[in-house]
């Protein structure tokens, strides 16, 4: 079994800053890939950003330029840092892994832009 924790959501103004942690434990023997995706009430989940073991990258259009995905494979972590945040960032930021052909989610962080 695998578990992804999530840390550094919270409340930033537009412009802002924020960096989200993601940390994987468990059985892990190596993580293919790994990132982020958000949801809004009555949206679908949407991805935000993913980084494989290898360090390749995808972002989301709405995202590029702004977020910054990256990774540490030897502690199984994955971060998102957040820049030039807009109120349309506000959402519920899900961690996510592909590893050992199984998909992992985290339990949700919110993050809100507002003034």
């Known amino acids: 079994q695998v578990q992804l924790v999530e840390s550094g959501g919270g409340l930033v103004q537009p412009g802002g800053s924020l960096r989200l942690s993601c940390a994987a434990s468990g059985r892990i023997f190596s993580i293919n890939i790994m990132g982020w995706f958000r949801q809004v009430p009555g949206k679908e989940r949407a991805l935000v950003a993913t980084?494989?073991?290898?360090?390749?990258?995808q972002y989301a259009d709405s995202v590029k330029g702004r977020f910054t995905v990256s990774r540490d494979n030897a502690a199984n972590t994955v971060y998102l840092q957040m820049d030039s945040l807009k109120v349309e960032d506000t959402a519920v930021y899900y961690c996510?892994?592909?590893?050992?052909?199984?998909?992992?989610w985290g339990q949700g962080t919110q993050v809100t832009v507002s003034s």
């Open positions: 996510y892994a592909y590893l050992q052909l199984s998909t992992y």
């Open positions: 980084i494989t073991s290898s360090g390749s990258t």
